[in-house]
C-alpha cells in the first residue's frame, strides 16, 4: 500500500480538557489540537494521556467529529480506538476510518490479563474483519506498566503475514529501549512504523529505523520534540536530545497527566485545564506550584499558547 | 437503611453465551439463569466469568432487559456495573437500579494503575451522586490479580462514612483469606455484606460473618454451593466444603471461563455454549474432554441443566 501516505513524525496523546462537570470541553479540545499542530506534532487523541479509557465510546466519537468538523487536518490523526469490548472497538475504528483519520493506535483488551497471543490475534484480526477498510491503518499500542497485556514479537509477525497492508506499525510504552530496538531490528525494514512512546528514546529510534515518537511530553513540549524529529541527523542532535530529556524529567517527578494540564492550565492562564476525570486526582497547589518553578528555572516556555 | 431485605447467599458471575457471530444470545442466557434460580442460587450477572468487560454498555443493557422482560426477579441480580469511564459505570448503574436489581457489583477503575484512594473515592462517590438513587446497594468489587487496582480498609472506611446506605457490601476475589477477614473484622458488624470470591471461603466466611459467596464454578456446581450456604452450622460442613473444592480444583487446572462454557456445553448437550469472545480462548477439543473426563471421574453433574 504505499501509494498511502504514512504519518510519521511526532505525535502527541492530547491530554482531554473537561468543564467543572467533568463534561469533555470541545472548545478548548479543538483550540489545544490546533495549537500543536502549529508546533508541528500530530495528533494521537484519545491516548494513555488524554484519559481515553475514562470517556465513554460516544464522547470520544463526539470529540473527534468535532475536531474534523473544525476542520482539522484527519491526515495528521491516530485517534486512540482499543478498547476491553470488541464491539466499542469496531466502532470506533470505524468512525475513525470513515473520517478519515491517517491511523489508529490499538490497545489490546486490557482486562483479563495472561492472555495468549492466540486471543490477542483473534482480537485485532476481528477488529480489522468487522471494519473491513482496505485504508485502515493500525498502530498496536504496547504499553505493559498500564495495560498489562503485552504486543508481542510472535503477535506482531502473525498480524503482518495475515494483514500486511491494515498492520501499519506499534508505538512502544514499555519504557524499555531493548524491546524497542527489537520490534525495530525484527520489522523496521519491512514497513512497519515503530513510535517510540517517549522523546527519550526519539533520537535512539531515528537512528535504528524508527518513525519518530508519541509522548506524553509533546502536549506541552511540542516544538523542540518535533525539531529533534526533523533534525536529527545534525550535529546538535544530541544536544537537542539532552535538553529534551531535562524538561521530560522534571514532569516526571509529578503524576503525568495532571502534571501535564497543570503546566497548560499556568503557561495559557485559563485554570479549568487543571480538571481531570477521577480515578486521576489534580496536582495539589503545592504540587503545582513545585512543578511551574522547576520548569521556569529550566526557561521553559509554550509559546505560542494563548489564553482562553 | 434495615428497611431493604439485603441479597445474601451464593451468587454466580453467570457466563454469557454467544451466538458464532459473538453476539449475545439472550434465549439462552434467560434459559441458563433460570436454571441457577431453581438451584438456589442469585444472578451476579456481568462479573469478571460474564466477560462483561468484553461487552458493550449497550450489550448489557439489552441482556439485563431481556432477563428481566422474561420475568427473572431482579431482586436476585446484582449486575456488575463498574467500568473505566464515569459515564458508562453511571449509566449501567442508573439502568440497573431503574429494573429494581438488589445492588450492583461496581470494579474501579481498571484502566490506570497506581491510582490513589482519594481518586478511587471519587469515582465511586461520583457514581453514587450521579445516579442518586436512595435505593442504590454497591457491592464493591476487589479482584486485583484482574482489575490491578485495590479496594483498600481505607477505601471502605470512607464510603462507609459518606454513603453508609449505599456502601453496601463487597466481593473479595483476592484469594487471600487474610485479606478477607480483615474486612470481616473491620466492617461486617456494622452491616457490610463480605461475598467471599470463590466457594472455597465459604465455610470460613459463613463463620466469620461473612454474606456469602460469588463464585466463578456456582455456574456449574450451584446447588452443592448454595447447599453449604444454607447447612453451613451443620455438622456435615466440612465435609460438604471438602467436596467443592475437590469440583472447584479440578476446574481451576483449566482456563476458568472456557472451562465453565466448555462443561455447560457438555452436560447441556449444546455445543454453542463453549463460545467465547476474543480476547478468550475456548478449550482445545482434547482440553475438553480431559475437563469432562477428570470431572466424571469425581461423579460431578449438573442436574437439571436442559438441553436447548
Known amino acids: 500500500m504505499s501509494d498511502i501516505q504514512r504519518i510519521a513524525g511526532v505525535l502527541s496523546p492530547v491530554v482531554t480538557p473537561f468543564q467543572s462537570d467533568l463534561a469533555p470541553d470541545p472548545e478548548r479540545f479543538v483550540r489545544q489540537c490546533r495549537w500543536l499542530l502549529s508546533q508541528n506534532v500530530g495528533l494521537a487523541v484519545f491516548g494513555t494521556n488524554s484519559e481515553a479509557n475514562s470517556l465513554s465510546v460516544d464522547e470520544r466519537m463526539d470529540l473527534l467529529d468535532r475536531l474534523v468538523g473544525a476542520g482539522v487536518d484527519p491526515a495528521r490523526m491516530m485517534p486512540g480506538t482499543g478498547c476491553c469490548a470488541l464491539p466499542d472497538s469496531v466502532r470506533l475504528t470505524a468512525h475513525a476510518v470513515k473520517l478519515g483519520c491517517a491511523g489508529v493506535l490499538m490497545l489490546p483488551p486490557f482486562y483479563y490479563k495472561g ?16 471494519v473491513g477498510e482496505a485504508r485502515l491503518r493500525v498502530y498496536l499500542y504496547h504499553i505493559p506498566p498500564v495495560a498489562q497485556v503485552a504486543i508481542t514479537l510472535g503477535l506482531v509477525e502473525r498480524l503482518l503475514k495475515a494483514y500486511p497492508a491494515q498492520t501499519a506499525g506499534m508505538k512502544d510504552s514499555s519504557g524499555d529501549w531493548g524491546n524497542t530496538k527489537a520490534f525495530l531490528d525484527a520489522f523496521a525494514t519491512s514497513g512497519f512504523d515503530v513510535f517510540a512512546g517517549s522523546e527519550t528514546f526519539l533520537l535512539r529510534n531515528m537512528r535504528h529505523g524508527g518513525a519518530g515518537c508519541i509522548s506524553a511530553t509533546a502536549n506541552v513540549h511540542p516544538g523542540p520534540i518535533a525539531r529533534l524529529y526533523d533534525s536529527w541527523q545534525a550535529a546538535d542532535a544530541d544536544g537537542q536530545q539532552a535538553r529534551l530529556d531535562e524538561i521530560r524529567g522534571i514532569f516526571a517527578k509529578f503524576p503525568m497527566i495532571p502534571a501535564l494540564k497543570a503546566a497548560i492550565a499556568h503557561w495559557a492562564g485559563d485554570a479549568p485545564w487543571a480538571t481531570v476525570r477521577p480515578p486521576l486526582v489534580a496536582l ?10 522547576a520548569l521556569e528555572q529550566a526557561n521553559f516556555t509554550m509559546p505560542g499558547l494563548r489564553p482562553s
Open 115 to 130: 492472555v495468549s497471543d492466540e486471543g490477542l490475534f483473534r482480537s485485532f484480526a476481528e477488529v480489522m474483519e468487522r
Open 284 to 293: 495539589t497547589p503545592e504540587q503545582a506550584r513545585a512543578l511551574v518553578g
